[in-house]
């Protein structure tokens, strides 16, 4: 397994590390910097070297429910929402597959009777301020550990 690891390219091992971190293939492959993403994010899974690199990566790093938590805030407050603002200039939006479009960011869509169409997102800023909640839980806890480590009380 190990050399088809360093067959990677650098490009490849940031997809599969981003793939990891977000669980989406199109989104892994922007950030990793592809030009055609949802086609390359989907070509790459479908190759045995990245699905075996993706899996070394995420059993050794097994993903507690802050890491989780904290991925989905990062997305809430910096993800694209292009594919939002292309889902309301389509023409039938009926007839449109939901699985072309990446709408993590988007609370709540409504139709009206006038026939428009109103789409919600999540607060940003909320999820900005989750994230720093997060971080300062982080070095709270890592103060703590500190100071258990040098023999002096946390509560001191």
Known sequence: MNDKKENLTQRERMFCIYYVSCGNSK????RAG??????????LLMR??????????????VRNSRQMARAG??????????DAVRLMFEGDPAAVDPARYDLFNVAE???????AM???????????????????NDRRNVSDFYKA???TSPME
């Open 149 to 151: 480590l040098v023999g």
């Open 48 to 61: 045995e070297d990245i699905t075996l690199y993706i899996d070394r990566l995420s059993s050794s790093g």
């Open 27 to 30: 989104e892994a492959a922007v």
């Open 34 to 43: 592809y030009k055609q993403p949802e086609k390359n994010g989907a070509m």
């Open 118 to 136: 109103e789409i919600k997102f999540f607060d940003r800023i909320k999820a900005l301020e989750k994230l720093e909640d997060i971080d300062e």
């Open 109 to 115: 869509i409504k139709r009206p009777k006038d026939g």
């Open 73 to 82: 805030y990062e997305r809430l407050a910096f993800g694209d929402v292009s």
